[in-house]
């Protein structure tokens, strides 16, 4: 502001202050760019992460027999309100409709200001919350083109208007994959089979653990809250947060009965292995049916773990809830053994989901891998320490006009090759060029000037140790072989 007044008060005010002036202003006036809170930018260097997370995990996909779609980043909020409780259905970024979308909309329910029931006026579409209700209502828009069971992966963003703090963005990827058409626990086995093959290749120390709504099912009712099985899951879903004492304060806010919270405290402290822990639900809960067959399904399913060799750890955790309405029998979640970040993958049964959309009594099952978090993790970790930051093996030089020709058909070779590779575009220093093969961390420099033209060979630089060497044109693909190897 000093420096306006300055300008302001200038006795004599020439063309030069003048110009000095209006561009002060005009710096007032722009703002930084800025991106919205809970998203990012990612640089080369995060990409190549990135993309190294989603390869591991698209190839082990691959290899159980799941086949890729897509859905749009758009919704019907008819398609996504209603699907992830009320918790989730506020967390749904909604999209203004186009045009005068206050054309409808009558002054009084303006002036009551009421977000919810004005949203419902002028927004018809909602950005996706996760990835399995759009997915549900795929397949029930293309039943009669789908082969069932249907197996899918899909890897996409999705959005939450959440509060942004570490580990939780608003927009942020999800790698799915789901079958759907089949009631047979194998397929919940297949996918912690998945879970155990994808984290052992990331190098990815986890725990799994594992629960049956049909138990949370059962335990509403042993403390006589059946019709509150979605305030009873959602509150335990955020025991890991905020304690036994805080799940038992949203229970009572809830209007969750004193009784009924007093009758719960076992299953929230119950502890010991695995079968210890079935055989005293079997105890409590000999009188449910719907209990006693979550009980027989994790039975079974811990049966088909126990007979084959999972490197991660695997428990029953009783207090798992995962708050989505959907799920029905088992539920599966994911934490890394040695980060604490929250959940980097889970899932679920779900035996009705495409019920609602009108196909009834199609069962489905499916876990998400959170790419974001699982980079979180990795980066930690340091688990990315072999990944090199350039996707360009090998630079050529650029000596200028009349070595073009030569430049051009080593880059045909090396591409045909399948090395990857470029030509540094400008005739500027070599020691520009050189500095960029540097900060680039590109391993390997073709020089290919006069010289080497007239003797129709080249020379390569290894950055690492300095060393180089000349070799002739048609040795090339014998000498970059092993980086062919490497690139396959």
Known sequence: MKRLYGLLTLRTFDYYSYFCLLSFIFDLMISKPSI?????????????????????????????????????????????????????????????NSGDFL??????????????????????KGLRYDLTVPFARYVVQYRDKLIFPFKRYQIQPVWRADRPQKGRYREFFQCDVDVIGSDSLLNEY???????????????????????????SGIAGYIGEGSRITDITVAIDKLDKIGIDGVNEVL??????????????????????????????????????????????????????RADKISGKVELDLT???????????????????????????????????????????S??????GADRICDVMNQLNLFR??????????ILNFGEAEIKYALNILKLLRNLKIKAELYPDQVKLKKQMSYADAREIPYIIIAGEEEIRANELTIKIMSSGEQKKIQLKDIKSYFLFLKKAND
């Open 364 to 369: 489905g099952v499916g876990v998400s891998f």
């Open 252 to 305: 009572r806010e809830k209007g969750v009965a004193a009784g009924a919270v007093q009758k719960l405290q076992p299953f929230l402290k119950l502890k010991g292995e695995t079968n210890a822990k079935l055989m005293k639900m079997e105890e409590l809960l000999s009188k449910s049916e719907t209990g006693m067959k979550g009980i027989a399904e994790l039975r079974t399913l811990f049966s088909f773990i």
């Open 386 to 395: 072999s990944l090199s930051s350039s996707s360009t093996q090998v630079l």
């Open 190 to 216: 297949e996918l912690i089979k998945i879970i155990d093959e994808v984290f052992t290749l990331l190098d990815i120390s986890i725990v799994i653990k594992l629960n049956n709504r049909k138990i949370l």
């Open 36 to 96: 919205p809170k809970g998203t990012r930018d990612f640089s080369t260097d995060e990409m190549l992460k990135r993309e190294f997370i989603f390869d591991t995990i698209k190839k082990v996909f691959k290899l159980y027999g799941y086949q890729p779609i897509e859905t749009p980043a758009m919704e019907n909020l008819s398609t996504l309100l209603g699907k992830y409780g009320e918790e989730g259905d506020r967390l749904i970024f909604r999209i203004l």
């Open 320 to 362: 798992l809830a995962r708050g989505l309405n959907y799920y029905t029998g088992a539920i599966i979640e994911v934490r890394s053994a040695d980060v604490a970040i929250g959940s980097i993958c889970g899932g679920g049964r779900y035996d009705d989901l495409t019920g609602v959309f009108g196909m009834k009594g199609v």
């Open 103 to 124: 054309a409808g909309v009558r002054d009084e329910d303006l002036q009551k200001r009421e977000g919810g029931k004005l949203s419902q006026q002028i927004c018809e």
